[in-house]
């Protein structure tokens, strides 16, 4: 047998071959007729695609230097920000926040949960926040916000800049930036759009830019909108060396979503993901996050009774599969599955086999396919 490992982790997730060729095409000058027209076509399909009538940001770099961009072009020293926060990387806002120099004021839900809209509208009525952060997905917990309804009571609070974390979720969660009242969205190429790790897509709406504009000068270089306004218009002028093989494997990939339609493809990954934690939960774990607010990119999966992570994480291994560890409370306590971007059914049933097998190996009762039959069944309705 080959060594080949499935990589079911929340990300990066698998490539198809039409994706990696893209990748793996000759390189060309970042100032070739041929790429700028390419990288152009990129900006506007993207843009296009999450309904942002501001400006779309595909760029090198991670999700968290997305994540960086968006405090920096919204807030100056001194602000107050709101952070809701359904996980480990709702936290991550903090610290870059507070090393800004900002006031932070954090909602944290209890794993699992999420901080009802209720509650968000009282603490954003009780001050004045320049701008207010939420993750759509966080893979730490699995959770899903709200962030159409979040989006719609916003409208309440037109002073504060709506940003929404979408690494984990965007275009495997519906999401619609002008529809949804979001003045910052951002993702990386390795969730759910189903591309190599390296590239980050900030979309900014129109208000979004505005305030980049009151604020004059920031301490920040690279992230800064003004730097990048002139190259997102005109993809031959320079500013920093673009990704040139990953604008043509994001290219592809959004060739890919146009062609199965983006609406589709959310219905495909909600589809998939309840048939998969039904399937999951006759196994005996159970899925962390409520069934009202589970995301449909990954399941977050805490152990039966006497299965130990490190034994059944070597053992899927073993049989051929990488999964994702729990964070902060819930290390050791649960494992982390990804099922987003371009897989099909095919690799879930695989999936599903090697779990059983994993479990069969630690010592559980494990009635073998029952899984695969839940699976299929729910994906039949």
């Known amino acids: 047998m080959s060594g080949r490992k499935m990589v079911m982790i929340p990300g990066p997730t698998p490539v198809v071959e039409s994706i990696r060729q893209e990748m793996g095409r000759e390189i060309q000058a970042f100032g070739d007729p041929r790429f700028v027209a390419d990288y ?8 296009e695609l999450l309904h942002c009538s501001g400006q779309t940001f595909p760029l090198a770099g991670t999700g968290t230097l997305a994540m960086e961009m968006a405090i920096s072009n919204t807030t100056k020293r001194g602000d107050n920000v709101l952070i809701v926060s359904h996980g480990y990387f ?18 944290q839900a209890e794993w699992g949960k999420i901080i009802p809209v209720a509650e968000i509208e009282a603490k954003l009525a009780s001050k004045k926040y320049a701008a207010m952060t939420v993750s759509h997905v966080d893979t730490a917990t699995g959770v899903c916000a709200p962030i159409e309804e979040i989006g719609k009571m916003m409208k309440k609070f037109p002073e504060t800049i709506y940003i929404v974390d979408g690494v984990a979720a965007t275009v495997g969660e519906y999401e619609d930036v002008d529809g949804m009242n979001i003045d910052i969205l951002f993702t990386g190429s390795q969730k759910a759009f189903g591309v190599c790790p390296g590239m980050f897509i900030l979309w900014a709406s129109k208000k979004a830019l505005r305030r980049r504009e009151e604020l004059g000068t920031i301490p920040e270089y690279y992230v800064d909108f003004q730097k990048w306004l002139p190259i997102m218009e005109d993809p ?3 500013f920093a060396t673009p990704a040139v093989n990953l604008v043509w494997a994001m290219a592809e990939s959004v060739r890919i979503i146009k062609e199965e339609g983006y609406e589709n493809r959310c219905e495909r990954h909600r589809k998939n993901a309840r048939a998969m934690q039904a399937a999951l939960e006759s196994l005996g774990f159970r899925v962390l996050a409520e069934p009202e607010h589970r995301a449909v990119t990954l399941s977050n999966l805490v152990y039966p009774e006497g299965l130990a992570d490190g034994e059944f ?3 899927l291994y073993d049989e051929g599969m990488t999964v994702a560890g729990g964070l902060g409370p819930y290390a050791g306590k649960m494992f982390r599955l990804g099922h987003m971007g371009n897989i099909d059914s095919n690799d879930e049933v695989a999936t ?19 899984s695969i039959g839940v699976y299929m069944r729910e994906m039949t309705r």
């Open 40 to 47: 152009k076509k990129l900006i506007n399909d993207l843009g």
């Open 90 to 107: 709702g936290d991550r806002f903090i610290e870059i926040c507070q090393r800004k120099g900002l006031h932070v004021d954090v909602m």
């Open 236 to 238: 031959g002028k320079y």
């Open 313 to 315: 994480r070597s053992a």
């Open 352 to 370: 599903l086999g090697i779990i059983e097998r994993a479990l069969a190996r630690c010592g559980a009762d494990v009635a073998m396919g029952s």
